[in-house]
């Protein structure tokens, strides 16, 4: 029965690759001999920089020259390409994608081996984000962290001090809350959309446990996850006006816009990522913000990968190598407001500190290395996962039902996904 989807899924993919694949093979035809194809899906501020490292890298004397191209949807086309068996050399993907990919059989193992840069170098935290059965599918590109942003301006309005630990975010959430008549917040359990699947990292709980044969033991009821949602129905939930608190729900709200919570100055406090502070700057200029790290962390990254049928294994590791050099990807990483997924020298590092955009890139650079730095399990259900967890928050979000309940019918459904994913 699973061979039988199987099968069908590849020949719904073929059919309706088909117009790419022609589009595709039309271009290909004025492809230059020695070059390699590089996709990526970066757009705006974040893709000029991208197009500078290649043009630079075109213009040296490597031996052969990379064509980049720009796609949108790039899930969809990089499978198409793949199914059809015209995929390009070298592939950005989001890492979520990773795991999926891996299991479908569509990426090559990274040979270390062939690599000018060493693997130690690397932040180990994001390597094994980019593991699947303990083969890197996957090299990291640029990285994120979640971390609290905090905005100075409605603190100083109350006479507040930044928070240190849960019990102050509680503290300064409720006396937000009371002197502005549930106008203002603190914390806010519904903003953003991930705070349910975040908040239990900082309770030490986990979503799946990787076991040591790389399969993941799921663990959405674990006692730590349970921990973690009673606290913010005890202390935020509970307190909170029904019609103030599903107010501020994203998907009513358009979250990169004035409208967003934190922006318009209604949320004080936020678990948000490296981008985050460029945002507030962009939309609300006028709000001093400060970020600092919580106890835990989720960490994110966007991956560089070569596809199955890749027709240039040895080139494309090659300009991997050349794209994670220092000084390219330091510049890259200031560039689009982020940090390299190398570990720099000291004297490196204080050099790339020096005159960045984002005066709190540093928290974030610690964060990569804590030892309480966790990301969301790899599964070839991960998105469905997400949506559940969000599904199910939203049910103690409204007090439908408790944590407990919610996250015990969240982990059977997730159980029998998993099952069907065998």
Not at 278 to 293: C, L, M, N, T, Y
Not at 341 to 356: A, G, Q, V, Y
Request: hydrophobic share 40%; charged share 25%; net charge neutral.
């Amino acid at each position: 029965m699973m061979r039988r989807n199987v099968l069908y899924t590849c020949l719904i993919i073929t059919v309706l690759s088909l117009p790419f694949v022609l589009d595709y093979l039309s271009k290909k035809e004025s492809k230059k001999a020695g070059e390699i194809e590089f996709w990526q899906y970066w757009s705006g501020p974040e893709k000029k920089p991208l197009e500078n490292l290649v043009n630079q890298f075109n213009s040296e004397d490597h031996g052969f020259t990379v064509k980049l191209r720009s796609i949108s949807m790039p899930r969809k086309k990089i499978l198409m390409a793949i199914t059809a068996g015209i995929p390009p050399d070298l592939v950005h993907l989001d890492g979520d994608m990773v795991n999926d990919f891996a299991l479908r059989n569509a990426l090559q193992p990274i040979d270390f081996s062939k690599l000018s840069v060493s693997k130690s170098k690397f932040y180990e935290n994001y390597l094994d984000i980019l593991r699947v059965k303990e083969q890197q599918m996957a090299l990291p590109f640029m990285p994120t962290a979640e971390a609290l942003h905090i905005n100075k301006t409605i603190l100083d309005k109350y006479d507040l001090n930044e928070p240190e630990n849960l019990t102050d975010l509680v503290k300064i959430s409720e006396q937000i809350m009371t002197k502005s008549n549930y106008e203002e917040f603190g914390l806010l359990p519904t903003w953003p959309i991930w705070t349910g699947r975040i908040i239990v990292y900082l309770f030490g709980g986990k979503w799946a446990k990787k076991l040591e044969n790389g399969d993941y033991e799921i663990t959405a009821n674990a006692p730590e996850n349970i921990e973690a949602w009673k606290w913010l129905v005890e202390n935020f939930i509970k307190k909170i006006p029904q019609n103030k608190m599903q107010g501020f729900i994203e998907g009513k709200i358009s979250y990169q816009s004035p409208d967003n919570p934190f922006y318009s100055g209604k949320v004080a406090l936020e678990t948000n990522g490296i981008w985050e502070y460029g945002f507030v700057k962009k939309f609300s200029p006028q709000f001093d913000i400060s970020v600092k790290a919580l106890d835990a962390t989720e960490l994110t990254v966007d991956a560089l990968a070569i596809p199955r049928g890749a027709r240039d294994y040895d080139k494309s590791l090659y300009f991997m190598s050349w794209l994670l050099k220092e000084e390219n990807i330091s510049y890259l990483a200031k560039e689009q407001n982020k940090f390299p997924t190398i570990k720099l020298s000291p004297e490196k590092r204080k050099e790339f500190l020096k005159n960045h955009k984002h005066p709190y890139i540093e928290v974030f650079m610690d964060l990569a290395e804590s030892k309480t730095a966790y990301h969301f399990p790899h599964l070839s259900f991960s998105k469905e996962y997400k949506r559940e967890i969000t599904k199910a928050f939203n049910r103690v979000l409204r007090l439908e039902s408790s944590p407990e309940k919610a996250l015990f019918d969240l982990q059977v459904k997730i159980l029998e996904t998993q099952k069907r994913s065998i």
